[in-house]
């Protein structure tokens, strides 16, 4: 089974960029989907956007058009997602996971933005 | 957008007691739902796909149903291990959506 592998905790100042990795351990995104969804403190979840790596195919959530930016690398093992712009209300917890047929199956651990002056 | 709305919000239920949740969608979604657990400091967890499937791994006192825009989760004997909080989510179309959550507690 694929494990996500996510990269660590960011501190960025307002008006600034993001960029969080999210490694396949074990595996391959070659057969899914990569969906970003984010997790403000004490609030729900919320999509982000999914790019499928191997036709290198992006859809971003209304709200962050313009602002994200899904990738993945040739060999499709890690993905990226960069969030421009940020200010305070971006300070959430990141997940990747790979989706299949809507299923969100497997999770990365979660990368903590935190934006602050 | 296909808005979930999720209820309750929040429920206090004793070990053994049978738990329901239930997750409205905005419109016609056929069976494109799915439930995750999420507990504190975790990723979500996969439990019910396609409105009415058991993920693998998951025990058997998880179950979901409905179809079209009302659906329903429900823990039939509540296990300590169980508290958490739970989200319904649509398939039916982008952008994915999910409900606002039901943090379920030991009375």
């Known amino acids: 089974q694929v494990q996500l592998v996510q990269s660590g905790a960011e501190v960025k100042k307002p008006g600034s960029s993001v960029k969080v990795s999210c490694k396949a351990s074990?595996?391959?995104?070659?057969?899914?989907?990569v969906n970003w969804v984010r997790q403000a403190p004490g609030q729900g979840l919320e999509w982000v956007g999914g790019?499928?790596?191997?036709?290198?195919?992006?859809r971003y959530a209304a709200k962050f058009q313009g602002r994200v930016s899904l990738s993945a690398d040739d060999f499709m093992t890690t993905a990226y997602m960069a969030l421009s712009g940020l200010s305070s209300e971006d300070t959430a917890v990141y997940y990747c996971?790979?989706?299949?047929?809507?299923?969100?199956?497997?999770w990365g651990q979660g990368t903590l933005v935190i934006v602050s002056s | 957008d296909i808005q979930m709305t999720q209820s309750p919000s929040s429920l206090s239920a004793s070990v053994g007691d049978r738990v329901t949740i239930t997750c409205q969608a905005s419109?016609?979604?056929?069976?494109?739902l799915n439930w995750y657990q999420q507990k504190p400091g975790k990723a979500p967890k996969l439990l019910i796909y396609?409105?009415?499937n058991l993920e693998t791994g998951v025990p058997s006192r998880f179950s979901g149903s409905g179809s079209v825009t009302h659906f329903t989760f429900t823990i039939s004997s509540l296990q300590p291990e169980d508290i958490a909080t739970y989200y319904c989510?649509?398939?039916?179309?982008?952008?994915?959506?999910f409900g606002q959550g039901t943090k379920l507690e030991i009375k």
């Open positions: 996971a790979t989706v299949a047929g809507g299923r969100f199956r497997y």
């Open positions: 074990g595996g391959t995104f070659n057969n899914y989907a």
């Open positions: 790019i499928i790596p191997m036709f290198d195919t992006t």
């Open positions: 419109q016609d979604i056929t069976n494109s």
């Open positions: 396609a409105a009415s």
């Open positions: 989510q649509h398939y039916d179309n982008l952008p994915y959506t």
